[in-house]
T-cell receptor, first 114, second 117 residues
């Protein structure tokens, strides 16, 4: 158990509405990530954070923004949800060292945009 | 650029059979890390193993074993005497240093394993 909690776990929203997913961790991990999982694509990195207020884009960042105002919380926001953002979203954490890194995932958040 | 290929989209085996899941990777980095994750029907992603590029020693953990061969850029996963609880989607992933203290993780598309009783 990597101490990761995602909320909400399931959400249905309408096209054009803003949506925020929250990732909360309890073990002071430095790095936090948001991935999305889609059939035929595996998991793809949206954004990641390497510290409070330090974030960077991943492979599929368009249409998403993130914020990290506290070590324990990493928020993913869809400013105006679209049907193409229907997906399963996974938060992850890690603590990279010079010897490498292992990423642990949360339980996922199922988002449906109708 | 990094790439991970899991050519087997779906595999079905009968319980107690052995099964090998293939993973082939591409990277220009000399130092990298390989992973396997399990995603059972409940949906969570479970970390199984991490392998460093400089350590080609094979590993066994109970019924699970991993064969890492740099010469063929492969990191295959074998389940011996499969059980119904092994039914899941298995992901192979590659991580290499991407700067600013970060390692980028690239996933294969997964292999769905069904173990039939």
């Amino acid at each position: 158990d990597a101490g990761i909690t995602q909320s909400p776990r399931h959400k249905v929203t309408e096209t054009g509405t803003p949506v925020t997913l929250r990732c909360h961790q309890t073990e002071n991990h430095r790095y936090m990530y948001w991935y999305r999982q889609d059939p035929g694509h595996g998991l793809r990195l949206i954004h990641y954070s390497y510290g409070v207020k330090d974030t960077d884009k991943g492979e599929v960042s368009d249409g998403y923004s993130v914020s990290r105002s506290k070590t324990e919380d990493f928020l993913l926001t869809l400013e105006s949800a679209t049907s193409s953002q229907t997906s399963v979203y996974f938060c992850a954490i890690s603590d990279p060292t010079e010897y490498g890194d292992t990423i642990y995932f949360g339980e996922g958040s199922w988002l449906t945009v109708v | 650029a990094q790439k991970v290929t899991q050519a087997q989209t779906e595999i079905s085996v009968v319980e107690k059979e052995d099964v090998t899941l293939d993973c082939v990777y591409e990277t220009r980095d000399t130092t990298y890390y390989l992973f396997w994750y399990k995603q059972p029907p409940s949906g969570e992603l479970v970390f199984l193993i991490r392998r460093n590029s400089f350590d080609e020693q094979n590993e066994i953990s109970g019924r699970y074993s991993w064969n890492f061969q740099k010469s063929t850029s492969s990191f295959n996963f074998t389940i011996t005497a499969s059980q119904v609880v092994d039914s899941a989607v298995y992901f192979c992933a590659l991580s290499a240093y991407s700067g600013a203290g970060s390692y980028q993780l690239t996933f294969g598309k997964g292999t769905k394993l069904s173990v039939i009783p």
